[in-house]
Structures are given as structure tokens and as C-alpha cells.
């Protein structure tokens, strides 16, 4: 009997394509899925609770040995829409911000993005579960994920960390990407970025399965000018790039 391999997902829309692959083309059946917010998932593949994890990119050195499994990933080539600092105030008059407890790379990318582009010093704040509600005055926030999106009609100021990357380094962001913390069978990686592909190659079947309730934005073009799914060599070269700056002493 062939291994069941433990995979952790992310709970948000940009990762509806991967799932629906999965669910169309038969992995599904092969596999044992867990969906969670960001730091959960990379907390379960540090934990060895799962064999494969869409992880936030800030874990990869906390592994002892991770592996890149997959020719997809969640990026951006320009702005995200689903990972920004929003405000009521410009930047320049900003003196507070809220840090999102569920992805420790956008918290990461907002502390760079602050300090090396921006170059302003603001007071961080560890966010608590209502800390959206708080969001007012000089008191901004990183919000990311399918609450971020809606706050896209919320907030008069938005600074998107992805489009702040692109133009202070002229690279793509990575966000997260398909991590092993051990080596995978190249037929089973095969399968598993055909189910990948599989969902990107449908995502109006992707689009069509989201309930009513979801549609908290236009996903179209969320799916196709905001996320870049391919896991190419400048998203590469991001990627190494950002590692690097948060090495710095």
C-alpha cells in the first residue's frame, strides 16, 4: 500500500485552484488534506504534523531541511490585493500598526517594507483577534487573506506590500510555497503539480464552486492579475532575496 501523504493547505481563496485540483483529479483520494490559516499550517510542517505544507515563506529557515516540491506557489508580480497595511491616515502620519497573527511573512514583509522603502519608524503592535475593529487614527494594520480583501472598501489608504516589494527591489514576492520537510517520490510530485495545474486551468469551475457568500471580490481577477501561481526564477530570486534581508543581524 502506497504511503498516504499528510498535506496542509491554506484556508484562503488564492487557494482554491490547488484544492479543486486536487478534489478534480483524484489526489484527494491519496492524500490526507488539512486547511488552516498560514501559521498554522507552517507550525503543523515544523511540527512534522504534516508531510507537505503551502507555507508562508518566512518558515523555510526554521526547517532542518526543507524541499520545494512544486512548480507553483502563491506570488505576486505586482499589487496582491489580499496582503497590505490599511489605514485612515497616510503613511507619513501613521504611528501605530497592528500585526496579523496568521502569516509571519507579511508581518515580516510590512517590518521591511516599513523600514527599507518606506523609511519610516512606527510602534508595532501584536494584533488580538477583534484588532480590525481598532484600526483608526494614527493606528494602521497588516491585514491579509480573504479579510483583506474586503477591507479593500474599508479603508481610504492602502499600502500593498506586495507592490511596495516590487518596487523597491524589482523582483515578484513569493507569499508562500509548496514545502517538504522531507524527500518526495518524483512520481508523486508529478501528480501533485498536474492536480495543482489541473485547478489553475479551470478557475472558472473554481470560481463557480465558491458560495455567494465569498464573493467578496472580483476573483477573476484576484486569480489572474493579482496572484501569479507559477514558481519561476525572478519569483526565485525574490524569494532568496527576502530571505536574506530578514538573515540581517
Request: contains cysteine; aromatic residues 12%; charged residues 25%.
Amino acid at each position: 500500500m502506497s504511503k498516504r501523504w499528510r498535506i496542509g493547505a491554506v484556508s484562503y481563496l488564492n487557494t482554491r485552484p490547488f484544492i479543486l485540483g486536487m478534489e478534480q483529479s483524484g489526489l484527494i483520494e491519496q492524500i490526507d488534506l488539512k486547511k488552516d490559516y498560514p501559521a498554522q499550517i507552517a507550525q503543523a510542517l515544523l511540527e512534522d504534523r504534516i508531510d507537505i505544507g503551502l507555507v508562508p515563506v518566512a518558515v523555510i529557515p526554521l526547517l532542518k531541511d526543507p524541499y520545494y516540491i512544486s512548480d507553483f506557489c502563491i506570488g505576486a508580480e505586482q499589487e496582491v490585493a489580499s496582503v497590505a497595511i490599511f489605514s485612515e491616515v497616510p503613511l507619513d502620519k501613521i504611528e501605530k500598526v497592528y500585526l496579523d497573527h496568521q502569516s509571519r511573512t507579511s508581518v515580516q514583509l510590512a517590518r521591511l517594507m516599513m523600514e527599507l522603502y518606506w523609511e519610516r519608524q512606527v510602534e508595532w503592535i501584536a494584533a488580538e483577534p477583534d484588532y480590525i475593529e481598532k484600526i483608526g487614527g494614527t493606528i494602521a494594520g497588516v491585514i491579509i487573506g480573504d479579510r483583506a480583501l474586503v477591507a479593500q472598501q474599508r479603508f481610504p489608504y492602502v499600502y500593498d506590500l506586495a507592490a511596495a516589494w516590487k518596487k523597491y527591489t524589482g523582483l515578484p514576492f513569493v507569499f508562500a510555497t509548496w514545502v517538504s520537510n522531507k524527500p518526495i517520490p518524483e512520481e508523486f510530485k508529478k501528480q501533485f503539480d498536474a492536480a495543482n495545474a489541473y485547478g489553475l486551468n479551470h478557475l472558472d469551475e473554481v470560481i463557480e464552486s465558491i458560495g455567494q457568500e465569498e464573493m467578496i471580490y472580483d476573483l477573476k481577477k484576484y486569480y489572474t492579475q493579482n496572484i501569479s501561481y507559477a514558481f519561476t526564477e525572478e519569483k526565485k530570486k525574490g524569494l532568496d532575496l527576502f530571505l536574506k534581508l530578514l538573515a540581517r543581524p
